[in-house]
Every structure is written in C-alpha cells, then in structure tokens.
C-alpha cells in the first residue's frame, strides 16, 4: 500500500538550533515528492518538488533532499517566522491526479 | 499569477443544513482542480477531483458531492450536512498528467473553515 510517514510529529527547536524533519514514502514508481509549509489557519504553501534520488533543492534556510526510500527538510539556523507545520505528498503508484499526504510535522522555533 | 479564490472564509451552519462551497480559479485553463478536507491537527484527505467540465471523481463515499460547472469553478455541496462534516476545507489546482513523466504539484486557496453546530 502507498504509503507516507512523517516524523517527528512535532519539534521545539530554540532560534538557531539547526535541525531536520523526516518524510519516509512507500510508493511505486515514484514520480514526484513534494514540500509544503502551512500556517494556522491558511493552505498550505508550495516549497519544493524533488524528482530522483539524490537530488537536492534550497530555498533560504530549508534544504530539500531525497533518498530512494525518505526526503529530509534540513532546516539551518532557523528564526521564529520558520514556524509552522510542514507537510509532505508524493505523486507515484497508479495515479496520475492524486498525491498521498503524509500528516505533518509543527515546527515550533522559540526566540 | 495563478490565484485560487475559496469563499466562504467562515461559515457556521446546523446539522441538517445544505451547503454550498465555491473555489474559482485565475490565470490557467483547464486545470485539474481538488476538494480536500483537513481535521485538526491531520493530514489532507482527497474528498474530489475533476479533470475538466463535468467531470469528477470521487474519492470518499460520503453527504458530499462535487461539480464543475466552468472550466475555473469548482463547488463542494451537501444536502444535508453532519456534525462529522466540520473541517477545514481545500481547494486546489495541480499540473497537466501527461504520461509517466508527469507531475502533479497542487497548489492551495486559502481554504473555507466550516463548523456544523
């Protein structure tokens, strides 16, 4: 079954504190995972699209990276405005219209 | 730019009421559109997906319907809503599918939070 795991569920990091979030997929013929960051209240805000594995995509302090099995958001010296829930989708398998979600990781980063 | 408009923002209604949801969408044709519902604290469930006028697919047997009526309007109904149907809800709008190296990155509206009281 397709499938996307994302952990942890929540982090707390302090201002600066560097840290990663996890998104591990199970899904045929991976075509395409994505990185989305929504904050209360409001949809979620496209981030980035990765391809194939080993591929990397940055954009200010994130870092997208993807394996053959899990995509890590590395985030460095994050800032209070970087909170939100971060959430991940992949588009694979038999579909060509639908993406499975996983359920989010909140970041939480404390000045 | 490509907006996608939802409205209501808000909308508190009573258990048994109809409902009416409306996302239009600018600056793209034909595009493939989705209803999601997220609750508290989870992740998106897919409720509809349509790939062009009149035509919609559905994900989860539920009160819920969906139809296209325009190319950029896309509307979520129920006849009689549940209690179960409190939520926040979704649409969006993905990429042209064409073949095996499609791909399907969706962007969101800013989404409608409906309380069934």
């Known amino acids: 079954e397709d499938q996307v795991t994302q952990s942890p569920e929540a982090l707390r990091l302090q201002e600066g504190e560097s840290s990663s979030l996890n998104c591990s997929y199970t899904?045929?013929?991976?075509?395409?995972l994505f990185w989305y960051r929504q904050d209360p209240g409001k949809g979620p805000e496209f981030l980035f699209t990765?391809?194939?594995?080993?591929e990397e995509k940055e954009k200010e302090r994130l870092k997208a990276t993807l394996t053959k099995k899990e995509s890590f958001l590395h985030i460095t010296a994050p800032k209070p405005e970087d909170s939100a829930t971060y959430l991940c989708?992949?588009?694979?398998?038999?579909?060509?219209?639908?993406?499975?979600w996983g359920a989010g990781t909140k970041l939480i980063i404390k000045p | 730019s490509q907006t996608i408009h939802q409205w209501p923002a808000t909308l508190v209604q009573p258990v048994g009421s109809p409902l009416s949801l409306e996302c239009t969408v600018e600056?793209?044709?034909?595009?493939?559109l989705y209803w999601y519902r997220q609750a508290a604290g989870r992740g998106l469930q897919l409720l509809f997906y349509?790939?062009?006028?009149?035509?919609i697919s559905s994900e989860v047997p539920q009160n819920l319907s969906a139809s296209r009526p325009q190319d950029r309007q896309f509307i979520l109904s129920s006849k009689k809503l549940l209690l179960s149907d409190s939520g926040f809800y979704l649409c969006?709008?993905?990429?042209?599918?064409?073949?095996?190296?499609?791909?399907?990155?969706?962007?969101f509206g800013p989404g409608t939070r409906l309380t069934v009281l």
């Open positions: 600056g793209t044709s034909n595009p493939n």
């Open positions: 990765l391809y194939s594995a080993g």
């Open positions: 349509s790939v062009g006028i009149g035509q």
């Open positions: 899904v045929s013929g991976l075509r395409g």
């Open positions: 969006a709008r993905g990429g042209r599918a064409t073949g095996r190296s499609s791909y399907n990155e969706q962007f």
């Open positions: 989708a992949v588009q694979g398998g038999r579909s060509n219209y639908q993406l499975i």
